[in-house]
C-alpha cells in the first residue's frame, strides 16, 4: 500500500530521518513498526509521538492490532498501554522458520545452537543466562567484562528462544510448513 | 479486553523449559531485530538483510547500494544490534566499506566518551577511532534507524 497524503497530514516538525520514513511508509506501517519494537508497554500517545502520527490516528491502528491479537493491552492503569502478544510473536517467529529454512537447515542450526549454549556454559562455568549476568556484578569483573557478560547473557537468551522454535518447528514441520490444502 | 502481558510475562508453553523470564528477554531481542530487519529492508539504501552470524539472529547484516550512497567504494555494509532495556537500551549501527573506513552510532558505555550515546569514526583499520557524543530525539529502533541512515548519508556525503 502506497503511503497517501491523509496518512500524513498531521505530521511533528521535520527532523533528520523523520521525512525519509514517512516517505517510504504509511501512517498504519510506523505504528505498527513502533508497537512491535518497543521493549515495555507503551500508550497511544507515545506511540504515535515515535511513529510520527497523531495520536488519535495511532489509536486507531493499535485498536485495528489489538482486534488482530497482534497487540495486547493493559487497562488496569490511568492510561491504556500497547504490547505484542507473545502469542503472535512466537506463530509467526515459527511460520518465518519454516518459510526460511527446510528441516536439514533448521536440524543443523539447532546443533549449532547448542553447541553455543554448551560453550558458554564451559567458558564461564554456569547454568543459565541469568547466572552469568550475577557473575559481571561480581566485585572482581572489570568493566568491559561485565559489559561483554551482559551481551552474552543476551546472546544465549536468544538462542534458547530461537532453539525452542527450531525444536517446535521440527517436531511438526508438515503441518507448519504446508498449504491449506485447496478446496473446490 | 485481553488480559494485561507485560515484557516479562510467560509467553507460552512451549519455553518453559527453564523459567520462562529469561526466555521472553529472548523473544523481546529477537522481536526488535526482527522489527529492524523490515525496516531496513524498507530503506532505499539497503540491498539485503541477513542474520548474522549464520542465521542465529544476534545482529543483522545489510548490504548496501554504494550508488544510492553516491560513495565510490565498490561494497558498504551496515552491522546492527540492540539490546533491549525499557528505559536504557544499549544498540550499535555500524558502517563498514572496502574503502577501510568505517563509522558507528553506538549506545554504549566507553571509556572514551561520557553518556553511552556516541558516534565514532576511524580512516582505516590501523588508526584509532575519534569519538564524539551525539543525541537523537528518536526513542525507538525503527525511528532510530532511519535517523542514523539520514546521518550516515551526511556523513559520507
Known sequence: ?184 | MTPPAGPYSSSGSATSTDGGNSDDLGQTRHRILRELQRELERHPVVRRVTGSPDNRYRELRATLDPEALGIEAETASLRVTWWPAPDDPEYAFHYSDNSGFDCGWHRESNPHVDGKLHYQERQSAEESYEYEPVSFAAETPPRILWTVLDRLAGRLG
Open chain 1, 1 to 184: 500500500m502506497a503511503p497517501t497524503e491523509e496518512d500524513n497530514e498531521t505530521a511533528p516538525p521535520e527532523i533528520s530521518g523523520d521525512a525519509a520514513w514517512k516517505d517510504h511508509t504509511t501512517a498504519f506501517d510506523r505504528v505498527r513498526s513502533v508497537a512491535l519494537s518497543v521493549s515495555a508497554p507503551r500508550s497511544a500517545s507515545r506511540i504515535g509521538d515515535e511513529a510520527l502520527v497523531a495520536e488519535n490516528t495511532a489509536r486507531r491502528h493499535l485498536e485495528r492490532l489489538v482486534d488482530l491479537h497482534i497487540l495486547t493491552t493493559d487497562t488496569t492503569g490511568s492510561t491504556v498501554t500497547y504490547y505484542p502478544d507473545p502469542v503472535y510473536i512466537r506463530t509467526r517467529d515459527l511460520r518465518e522458520l519454516v518459510i526460511e529454512h527446510d528441516r536439514d537447515e533448521l536440524t543443523e542450526l539447532a546443533a549449532s545452537l547448542k553447541a553455543d549454549v554448551e560453550s558458554w556454559k564451559d567458558d564461564y562455568n554456569v547454568v543459565s543466562p541469568d547466572e552469568l549476568r550475577s557473575t559481571a556484578a561480581g566485585k572482581k569483573t572489570s568493566a568491559n567484562e561485565a559489559v561483554k557478560r551482559c551481551h552474552t547473557a543476551s546472546d544465549w537468551e536468544l538462542t534458547r528462544y530461537r532453539l525452542s522454535l527450531i525444536e517446535d518447528a521440527l517436531s511438526r514441520y508438515d503441518e507448519y510448513s504446508g498449504t491449506q490444502p485447496a478446496t473446490v
